[in-house]
């Protein structure tokens, strides 16, 4: 079946900009995550949802991030007012919940940002 | 909070032989799940091996298997017969397991490259 998609897949925007990114999980995944990659900070996780609770932004590094996930499916990244060290590659992960097989997180390619 | 350390930023090995990548891990947790995740140049992370705490077995995969010492904290991934498709970043990964969807906190990557 289909995997993870992510759009775009690269990204290039001046600083002070907003830019949102999208992901698209894999077909009955009720779990999504976001984790940052970047030179100097390695994986970060930033942000997960996991069906209608309330989502896990404790990995937000500011304010200018958020995310919301739409209807239990399609989650957009939004970065505001962008700054240089956000450039990085920023990655999509969908898993089943758990509470049976291993929750799995299974990855899309990824948006590389670059902030000029 | 949870760590996961690997020691070797670099590593090589020549095609048709082995190689085992380590990883450490401190947690207080008992249960928990391990990952090794690649990376090839593509950017996308390709998962390689799974394994979960409370079983002593060692999961293998193919060419992959693990030593897994849970006393010790340790995760080590071992290939046999190198393939130059091998060739990525590999990432030693931990999650809690909550019974639900849980993120995950990566080491900082071993870079494996197969030679001929």
């Known amino acids: 079946g289909a995997g993870v998609s992510q759009s775009p897949s690269n990204k290039v925007t001046e600083k002070g900009k907003d830019v949102e990114l999208r992901c698209d999980p894999i077909s009955g995944h009720t779990a999504l995550y976001w984790y940052r990659q970047s030179l100097g900070q390695g994986l970060e996780f930033l942000i997960y949802?996991?069906?209608?609770?309330?989502?896990?932004k404790s990995g937000l590094p500011s304010d200018r991030f958020s995310a919301e996930r739409t209807g239990g499916s399609v989650s957009t990244l939004t970065i505001q007012r962008t700054q240089q060290e956000d450039s990085a590659v920023y990655l999509c992960?969908?898993?089943?919940?758990?509470?049976?097989?291993?929750?799995?997180?299974?990855f899309g390619p990824g948006t590389r940002l670059t902030v000029l | 909070a949870q760590t996961v350390t690997q020691s070797q930023p670099e590593m090589s090995v020549q095609e048709a032989e082995t190689v085992t990548l380590s990883c450490t891990y401190d947690t207080s947790e008992n249960n928990y799940y391990l990952f090794w995740y690649k990376q090839p140049p593509s950017r996308q992370m390709i998962l390689v091996i799974r394994?979960?705490?409370?079983?002593?077995q060692n999961a293998t995969e193919n060419r992959f298997s693990v030593n897994f010492q849970k006393a010790a904290k340790s995760f080590s991934l071992k290939i046999s017969d190198s393939q130059l498709g091998d060739t990525a970043m590999y990432f030693c990964a931990f999650m809690r397991d909550t019974g639900t969807a849980s993120k995950l906190t990566f080491g900082t990557g071993t870079r494996l490259q197969v030679t001929l």
């Open positions: 992960a969908s898993s089943t919940s758990g509470g049976g097989p291993i929750p799995t997180q299974y």
């Open positions: 949802f996991q069906g209608n609770s309330a989502p896990d």
């Open positions: 394994q979960e705490a409370y079983k002593q």
